[in-house]
């Protein structure tokens, strides 16, 4: 006899065991050749370790379809490797339940195998293009909230209107993202061992033309400047935060520095513009 503690630590590994399965379906479907295979078996596999704890509570499995489709929306917009890394991390965690188990259930021990072969296989399995290019999308990225946080901060206090500000900040991001294209483009097509420098400059120039768009957009909504820059270096802070968590998903770096870098450059620029747009208001007589 089981005790309700380990009992309800089945019917939660079930739940578990269904909901991933559910999962790595959807991205098998989405997956071609060896990556789809591998996919499937560990969906075949989760739904076997399912069907083993279901003998044990005499209930159907509970599918957390909340998880399900989180995942799936993370997969269509991030891609499979983002996908597969935060399962993995999930798998960690199940492997913890699985040994606990074992002290009363023998057989959980080869399923910790199981889990552990899936991290293994999971590693290594995909292979996306964009990841070809995130070098090239980090520097598109990185130059434009550095940048035009930068100039928009000096715009603001300069000019001191939203829209002539925002009109300034428009037509710097555009000449900027035609010219970080174009010097990507270049740089790559030097480099002997790059074989798409076009490629590289078209994520580069996504990347950057995209953070302008967000930096730019209270400029067009509020009509006070400050609160303009606010919603800027808002919109840039959350930028930073989710761009930066999606690199150091599927790189497995630690986020905090990498946020913390990247914020502290961000926004010590457009503070140091900040203050040369207030001096050029006081004492050069530059506004509007």
């Known amino acids: ?3 309700e503690k380990t009992m309800a630590l089945i019917r939660a590994m079930q739940n578990d065991e269904a909901t991933d399965a559910r999962i790595y379906a959807f991205m098998a479907r989405r997956s071609k050749g060896a990556n789809r295979q591998v996919l499937e078996r560990i969906a075949h596999d989760e739904m076997l370790h399912r069907d083993y704890w279901g003998a044990y509570t005499k209930q159907p499995a509970k599918i957390n379809w909340l998880k399900v489709s989180l995942f799936m929306v993370l997969g269509t917009l991030f891609g499979a490797t983002f996908l597969v890394n935060f399962l993995e991390a999930g798998e960690t965690e199940g492997q913890e ?19 552990a072969r899936h991290e293994e296989e999971l590693s290594s399995m995909i292979v996306e293009e964009r990841l070809r290019y995130i070098g090239s999308m980090v520097l598109g990225l990185n130059d434009a909230l550095v940048e035009l946080t930068g100039a928009l901060a000096g715009f603001t206090l300069a000019l001191g209107d939203t829209r002539t500000a925002g ?60 609160v303009a820059l606010t919603g800027c270096l808002s919109a840039a802070a959350c930028i930073i935060f989710a761009f930066t968590g999606f690199v150091s998903v599927v790189r497995k770096e630690p986020f905090k520095p ?31």
Do not use: C, Q
């Not at 339940?97 to 889990?115: I, M, N, Q």
């Open 167 to 226: 009109l300034a900040g428009l037509i710097t991001g555009i000449a900027a993202t035609l010219s970080m294209a174009a010097s990507e483009y270049l740089s790559k097509k030097a480099d002997p061992n790059e074989k798409h420098p076009l490629k590289a400059s078209v994520y580069t120039g996504i990347a950057y033309m995209i953070t302008v768009a967000l930096l730019l957009l209270p400029y067009f909504v509020f009509s006070s400047p400050y």
């Open 258 to 288: 990498a946020f913390l870098e990247m914020l502290g450059i961000s926004f010590g620029v457009a503070f140091i513009s900040f203050i040369i747009g207030w001096l050029a208001n006081s004492y050069l007589g530059v506004g509007v």
């Open 1 to 3: 006899m089981m005790t």
């Open 97 to 115: 339940k699985y040994r606990l188990l074992a002290e009363e259930e023998p057989r959980a021990l080869d399923f910790l195998r199981d889990e």
